[in-house]
T-cell receptor, first 111, second 114 residues
Framework: DVKVTQSSRYLVKRTGEKVFLECVQD?????MFWYRQDPGLGLRLIYF???????EKGDIPEGYSVSREKKERFSLILESASTNQTSMYLC??????????FGPGTRLTVT | GESVGLHLPTLSVQEGDNSIINCAYS??????FIWYKQESGKGPQFIID?????DKRQGQRVTVLLNKTVKHLSLQIAATQPGDSAVYFC?????????????FGQGTTLQVKP
């Protein structure tokens, strides 16, 4: 079974802090994704990566950056957390033109 | 581009009845479609997929129907159970690129009444 793990289930940070969310997949997938999920807005793509060190902006990249130094790990970075970044963050991985496998999510609260 | 819409944000059914959740997509060249289930507090889980060379695909208690003429996708759940209560998303693979990117619908919340 594909496993996608995220470093934290719940996280509370203060405004202005730098926040790292880590995602690891164990199936050698080339594609990895970061989404945020908010009530009434569905899943919104923040960034994705189709290879090591390669990244592309999704629909809402402002305020976020990503890092993919190894194939199995994709990190989402909030350079200076703000209260409007309070959300559920979901990581996913996939092969090309195939289903995405999701992690359990990180519920981030910025106070 | 590609966009994905759902017809109903919420569907309430009686336990034991069949459920039908609908989805519409915009790009007739899209060729791969997926349904996900998301239970409260969890990440979305793959249920079933279908490619454009098929009209129907069946799994365990679930059937996906694809109508390419009207660009419509549906998920049918037979004999709905309380454990089926969740948010259901359809997702469409855009016909361009090869990055695994999916376009997701907004989700339909299925409520199963005992």
């Amino acid at each position: 079974d594909v496993k996608v793990t995220q470093s934290s289930r719940y996280l509370v940070k203060r405004t202005g802090e730098k926040v790292f969310l880590e995602c690891v997949q164990d199936m050698d997938h080339e594609n990895m994704f970061w989404y945020r999920q908010d009530p009434g807005l569905g899943l919104r793509l923040i960034y994705f990566s189709y290879d090591v060190k390669m990244k592309e902006k999704g629909d809402i990249p402002e305020g976020y950056s990503v890092s993919r130094e190894k194939k199995e790990r994709f990190s989402l970075i909030l350079e200076s957390a703000s209260t409007n970044q309070t959300s559920m963050y979901l990581c996913a991985s996939s092969l090309s033109r195939a289903e995405q496998y999701f992690g359990p999510g990180t519920r981030l609260t910025v106070t | 581009g590609e966009s994905v819409g759902l017809h109903l944000p919420t569907l309430s059914v009686q336990e034991g009845d069949n459920s039908i959740i609908n989805c519409a997509y915009s790009n007739s060249a899209s060729d791969y479609f997926i349904w996900y289930k998301q239970e409260s507090g969890k990440g979305p889980q793959f249920i079933i997929d279908i490619r454009s060379n098929m009209d129907k695909r069946q799994g365990q208690r679930v059937t996906v129907l694809l109508n390419k003429t009207v660009k419509h996708l549906s998920l049918q759940i037979a004999a709905t159970q309380p454990g089926d209560s969740a948010v259901y998303f359809c997702a469409v693979s855009p016909p361009w690129g090869n990055t695994g990117k999916l376009i997701f619908g907004q989700g339909t919340t299925l409520q199963v009444k005992p």
